[in-house]
């Protein structure tokens, strides 16, 4: 039986979030909490499993509440959020802070069905119950590489990642060196907003410039595309002013694995492009998604590291990809970054 507390300002909320969680048998909602402070004597006391938590509240605010948890009681939270982008903007400084992940409140601008909210809500629960609270609050700091040499060829990285993504992506580009010459591709799965705020974040944490790929971008050296939320992103050549380019194109296709952005569709069309020059990499999440697509890169002479399972918040999708045979190297997060320009 999962134990969990729900923290929210709205008794209509922590009613619907809580009806949720005990229609599924394995989970109990064993207390609420309206606002902060409450929270945190209630996880002191009962020691919930997971704690959900509202992003925006009066008084002592969702981020606050986290980092006090985090430093008292260390506890898998998961952040729900509204579909702002004040909402997205904090939800990104909380799963910086040490939340294991989010969901989007069931209300707001976002038109989602209740059935769906519940569903991902319980999966994030089951998911985030396993979560390994000791690699959220031990982090660990890696001092950024200081030199890497310029390819002989047009090479690209391509990094796709899940629940504990943004912790990892953070800390993964930080050691990128100011002499890193290649563009990088990156696929976290998040919805619309969500994913302009993780990368204006990692633009500010990094050296190289972070922004949110839009279509028709030209991709460049020295920059990282992070995959708009609900688009998959793929690459297409085009002729720009004579001379062949490399472009971001977005569409709205299927889902793919549950997830659109797909990192398989994104690592697939990579590879196609780029063949032997691709570098994959799979960070933390729950899934398989990220399999196919470090297949194809494989198939087309590229390389391809995955994290190992010591370092991973949520050792699913590399774990089947290791299994698939699909890793070439499989690496700490921390020596992630040397892994890659060690491929140049």
């Known amino acids: 039986m999962i134990r969990v507390l729900v923290v929210d300002d709205s008794f209509f909320m922590r009613k619907v979030i809580s009806d949720m969680l005990n229609s599924d048998p394995s989970v109990e909602v064993i207390d609420t909490a309206k606002e902060g402070n409450e929270a945190i004597r209630k996880v002191k006391k009962e020691k919930p499993d997971v704690v959900t938590l509202d992003v925006l509240m009066p008084g002592l605010d969702g981020l606050a509440t986290l980092k006090r948890i985090m430093d008292e009681n260390p506890t898998p939270v998961i952040m729900l959020s509204a579909f702002t982008k004040k909402g997205a903007d904090i939800t990104i400084d909380c799963l910086h802070a040490g939340a294991v992940s989010f969901i989007l409140k069931p209300s707001g601008e976002l038109s989602m069905n209740i059935d769906t909210v519940k569903e991902m809500l319980l999966e994030e629960i089951k998911t985030s119950a396993h979560a390994n609270v000791k690699k959220i609050i031990t982090f660990p700091e890696i001092k950024p590489i200081k030199h890497c040499i310029k390819p002989s060829k047009e090479k690209i990285v391509v990094i796709g990642a899940s629940t504990g993504g943004p912790r990892s992506l953070e800390l993964l580009m930080s050691t990128i060196p100011a002499s890193f010459s290649l563009p990088i591709i990156i696929v976290q799965h998040m919805p619309p907003k969500f994913t302009q705020s993780l990368a204006q974040h990692l633009d500010k944490n990094c050296v190289l410039s972070v922004k949110e790929a839009k279509e028709g971008d030209v991709i460049q050296a020295k920059n990282a595309y992070v995959a708009p939320g609900d688009f998959h992103m793929t690459i297409k050549t085009k002729k720009i002013m ?103």
């Open 242 to 344: 004579g001379q062949t380019k490399q472009i971001i194109s977005l569409n709205k296709n299927p889902s793919v694995n549950g997830s659109r952005p797909s990192i398989d569709v994104t690592m697939q069309s990579v590879a196609n492009t780029y063949g032997e020059n691709t570098i994959g990499v799979i960070l933390t999440g729950m899934g398989k998604d990220g399999v196919i697509g470090m297949k194809a890169i494989k198939e087309h002479g590229g390389t391809t590291i995955a994290q190992d399972e010591d370092s991973c918040l949520i050792f699913g999708m590399p774990k089947a990809v290791i299994e698939s045979g699909f890793a070439d190297k499989v690496l700490s997060l921390s020596n992630i970054g040397e892994g890659i320009v060690g491929c140049l």
